[in-house]
């Protein structure tokens, strides 16, 4: 099975290799990755004397279940240096300049080289992963050098390479792990079938924390403070099916504002949106003064605090089998809130949806329904708020269990 994981990794080289020659993104996954090792022994030597925690993120929704623990290592343990990597450009070019860490830096492939490099130069005390994050070079090194590695709001699903008759090369990369923080009780009964129930504790999910320490700080948005409109929809993360949607719905709710937040900016996504709705605006365009029906944010950064204004949220992403995007940054302001018609995959969405919390939609007519009805939106935003308050608390968790197994001093 060796062979083939890295028969894999070679032909995913070879395949970002080409792309890089046609697509910046693959382009950036290359470029940052070069010289990675003098960058981590300028960091090394930086740190001298000091402990090192290593967080590895995906991409950026993975950093944002991790932050909350990173923040809070932070706080309450300063002496340690903290190094942040990411797989994804997504991830790395948003919080290449993250503050909370002492550096950001891409993770080089998993390679038996790069893999015994990085550990060596980089000496952590311990490692923290987050979510799905199994390099097999990597959780080897670190077990090989007998560095805890802890895997952070992790879901497990019957369908992964762990659980089949072929996937002992997979269950073998859990040995590296000292503790497996999961979401929920499936999680654990999954790893039970093939002997790492004692590796695993309940948390909970780490976004919770996060979304309600956003919620809590209350940064608002001064454009939009004082607004007269009665009903605002607020869409986040769109792609185009749900803005196909969103055009439908807008024809039959004159009465409505909509501010429309596609998951991607760039020029041709905004004129794209825009000949959707000839009655829109940019946010870049807008004086603070000029009324509208349709904005559209053409700027990152704004959604998580955006979702305050919202009489009514929909979340997009939803008509991808992937699945639609954050749910709770519009649940923990207390707003109701719609998706599309995928959502299985997010245990918050199937919980909120059977608590009436959330609504998921095929069509504009179908959220028609939901914004007519005042009632329901209110009721909804109040169950959203109270599941998001109940089901806080996973970064006390996971922050304690570290101190009481000596792997956080302050020694």
């Keep these: ?35 990675w090792r003098s960058r981590l022994q300028a960091f090394r030597s930086a740190e001298t004397g000091k402990k090192i ?14 932050r909350p623990v990173l923040e809070k290592i932070r706080n309450e343990f300063p002496s340690y240096g903290i190094m942040l990597t990411f797989f994804s450009p997504s991830g790395y070019e948003f919080q ?16 038996p080289r790069n893999a015994a ?56 990369m859990l040995e590296a792990f000292s503790c497996l923080f999961v979401q929920d009780r499936h999680s654990v009964e999954l790893l039970s079938r093939i002997g790492y129930s004692h590796k695993a504790i309940i948390s909970g999910d780490t976004r919770f924390d996060r979304v309600l320490e956003i919620a ?27 803005e196909r949607l969103l055009q439908e719905w807008h024809k039959f709710n004159p009465s409505w504002h909509l501010i429309l937040v596609p998951h991607d900016v760039l020029p041709a996504r905004i004129k794209y949106i825009r000949a959707l709705f000839p009655d829109s605006i940019t946010y870049s365009g807008w004086d603070h003064k000029t009324q509208w029906r349709v904005l559209i944010i053409d700027q990152v950064g704004m959604l998580s605090k955006l979702y305050r204004y919202a009489t009514l949220c929909y979340v997009g992403g939803g008509f991808s089998k992937k699945g639609h995007h954050n ?15 995928y959502f299985e995959k997010f245990r918050e969405s199937v919980e909120l949806k059977k608590l009436k919390g959330s609504f998921a939609v095929s069509s504009g007519k179908e959220l028609v329904q939901i914004t007519k009805n005042s ?14 308050l109940e089901k806080a608390g996973a970064t006390g ?8 197994n000596r792997l956080l001093t302050n020694a």
Aim: aromatic share 18%.
């Design 53 to 66: 925690i290593w967080m590895h993120c995906a991409s950026l929704g993975e950093f944002e279940q991790g």
């Design 96 to 111: 290449k300049n993250y503050k909370g860490v002492d550096a950001v830096m891409y993770l080089p492939f998993d390679t």
């Design 397 to 404: 968790i996971i922050c304690k269990w570290l101190q009481e």
């Design 117 to 172: 490099d990085f550990i060596s130069i980089l000496n952590p005390s311990l490692a923290l992963f987050i979510k799905y994050e199994y390099w097999h070079f990597y959780l080897e090194n670190l077990r090989k050098n007998k560095i805890p590695a802890v895997l952070i709001s992790a879901v497990f699903r019957s369908s992964q390479p762990f659980f089949q008759w072929w996937g002992g090369f997979y269950r073998n």
């Design 327 to 341: 749910i709770l940054e519009a649940a923990v302001y207390g707003k109701a809130v719609a998706t599309g018609p």
């Design 375 to 388: 009632e329901t939106g209110i009721i909804a935003g109040n169950i959203s708020r109270q599941y998001v």
């Design 216 to 242: 809590t700080k209350a940064e608002t948005i001064p454009a939009f403070e004082g607004f007269q409109f009665e009903n605002i929809l607020i869409a986040g993360s769109t792609w185009e099916a749900d």
């Design 1 to 35: 099975m060796i062979v083939f994981y890295r028969f894999l990794g070679v032909l995913y080289l070879s395949g970002v290799g080409i792309a890089s020659f046609f697509l910046p993104k693959a382009k950036k996954w290359i470029s940052g990755r070069r010289d």
